[in-house]
């Protein structure tokens, strides 16, 4: 299959030269990317094809937009490579993700700084050794949009993980102790979520040299026990997204006074 070059449409999200600026929101699930777009100014859909749905629009007169990547890494990676590759350069990974440590209520934003690279995807781009860090200003942006609504949140190391079902019923398979020795270490090691897409995305984005940061809502326990029902009406998506949005509006003022002190 030959790989799309930027003035035609690439072969997975369908976009091509033009149809986004360089910030882009990248949230799993393509039923966030409209109420997104619905916090920027002028949202339009610009395409759908298989997982990925992207809407562009602008934040403060600049081009924005929202890709879905669908669930996992594979697909997150395909997603930031035909991005950038029709011109985006600042990507922001925004979902939910489960509780791994005991203190972090339901609802509590995890800005993510790193990501632990329990996938397969990001072996295929550099050894295991090479950490999966996001940029620093995205996440110094994502925790001043924070701040500026009122959220509370957290900074912290992401797990990101290939199976869903590996961490929400880990005794039911045959690797069970493998599987739990391993998440007790990532609490052990003051890990806060488990998601995944972080860790694969990290990665393409230090080889593709683009900037990647994270935000997540952090939903559950870290002990698998469920949220009560004061607890899931105590949390709202538009919380996640309109930190995000706030996060991003930080980013791109940094971005035009840096650019205006050169």
């Known amino acids: 299959m030959p790989v799309s070059g930027k003035d035609e449409p690439q072969h997975h999200i369908r976009l ?3 149809d986004v600026g360089r910030y882009v929101f990248l949230p799993g699930d393509p039923g966030r990317c409209e109420p997104i777009a619905q916090l920027f100014d002028n ?3 610009v395409a759908a094809n298989r997982e990925y749905t992207t809407w562009a629009g602008t934040l403060d007169g600049e081009p924005v937009a929202v890709t879905s990547t669908g669930i996992g890494c594979p697909s997150a990676a395909i997603a930031i490579e035909e991005l950038k590759n029709v011109g985006a ?3 922001i990974r925004v979902g939910t993700s489960g509780a791994m440590q005991p203190d972090i209520k339901p609802g509590t934003l995890g800005v993510i700084s790193g990501a632990i690279r329990d996938e397969g995807t990001s072996s295929h781009y550099l050894p295991i050794e090479f950490p999966a860090v996001a ?3 995205v996440t110094r942006a994502l925790a001043l949009g924070a701040r500026k609504t ?3 949140y ?3 190391i992401a797990q990101s993980k290939d199976s ?4 929400h019923e880990p005794g039911r398979m045959p690797v069970a102790n ?3 020795d391993r998440w007790s270490a990532w609490v052990a090691g003051g890990a806060i979520c488990s998601e995944m897409e972080a860790a694969g995305l990290f990665i393409v984005g230090s080889t593709l040299r683009v900037r990647v940061g994270g935000i997540m809502q952090i939903l559950g326990h870290h002990d698998q026990s469920p949220m009560t029902a004061e607890e899931k009406a105590s949390v709202s998506l538009d919380d996640l997204l309109t930190t995000a949005v706030a996060g991003l509006r930080e980013l791109i003022a940094h971005d035009r006074a840096e650019a205006g002190s050169r």
């Open 178 to 180: 493998r599987l739990k």
């Open 135 to 137: 940029d620093l200003e």
């Open 89 to 91: 350069d600042t990507f």
């Open 43 to 45: 949202p339009r859909l």
């Open 16 to 18: 091509k030269s033009g």
């Open 164 to 167: 869903f079902f590996g961490q």
């Open 150 to 152: 009122g959220q509370p």
């Open 154 to 156: 957290r900074i912290g």
